[in-house]
């Protein structure tokens, strides 16, 4: 079992940045993937922005160039710098842990409780 706690969502003006952070605990490989989805009322969960424990990502293009994850594999955390925040990007963020390098996602792995996001306009 793995488990993951986020922290750093919040309430912010439009143009404005957050930083989200999830650690991982417990039986967590050392050759994992780890990442960020949202899911915004009424919608589907979406990815965000993903990174393996080898350093390749996957962003969304929706948050290239605002959106930054990295990681502290050391430490088995995550982040998601997001800057230039837009009301769209409201929702709750979930961190996603897998074992495996794997860009897609495929029901595999688990989820953190999530952090809620709001950009206010």
């Known amino acids: 079992q793995v488990q993951l706690v986020e922290s750093g969502g919040g309430l912010v003006q439009a143009g404005g940045s957050l930083r989200l952070s999830c650690v991982a605990s417990?039986?967590?490989?050392?050759?994992?993937?780890m990442g960020w989805y949202r899911q915004a009322p009424g919608k589907q969960r979406e990815m965000v922005a993903i990174?393996?424990?080898?350093?390749?990502?996957r962003t969304a293009d929706s948050v290239k160039g605002r959106f930054t994850i990295s990681r502290d594999n050391a430490k088995n955390t995550v982040f998601l710098q997001m800057n230039s925040l837009k009301p769209e990007d409201s929702g709750v963020y979930y961190c996603h842990f897998r074992t495996g390098w794997s860009l897609a996602y495929d029901g595999m792995g688990y989820w953190g409780k999530g952090t809620l996001v709001t950009v206010a306009s």
């Open positions: 417990g039986s967590a490989s050392s050759i994992n993937t």
């Open positions: 990174e393996t424990s080898n350093a390749v990502t």
